[in-house]
């Protein structure tokens, strides 16, 4: 009769301890996941991020090309010959 007590207390014990397993195992599961959906997210805003540098560069890039463009198109050369200078200016100039 004391096996048979033992042995229920033993099952008893063991089905315990499986429920507390189980449980464990829930807590742990949802644990990685909501750390998967942490990850998930990180890695979303730090490409939006590169994103956001790239655009930036890219937009930098274009203003310096544009500002460029604009220089060339507005800049103007004053070409003088030595006489003119030698006379002091008197004579004819070319802008170009």
């Known amino acids: 009769m004391a096996d048979k007590n033992e042995f229920e207390h033993n ?23 909501r750390l998967k959906n942490q990850l998930a997210r990180q890695l979303s805003l730090n490409a939006e991020l590169f994103q956001d540098e790239e655009r930036l560069r890219k937009a930098q890039a274009q203003e310096r090309a544009e500002a460029a463009l604009q220089l060339q198109q507005e800049s103007f050369v004053v070409e003088i010959t030595q006489r003119e200078m030698e006379e002091g200016g008197k004579g004819k100039k070319v802008v170009h």
């Open 11 to 33: 099952a008893e014990q063991a089905l315990m301890t499986l429920e507390q397993l189980s449980q464990t195992l829930e807590v742990m599961t949802c644990v990685v996941d």
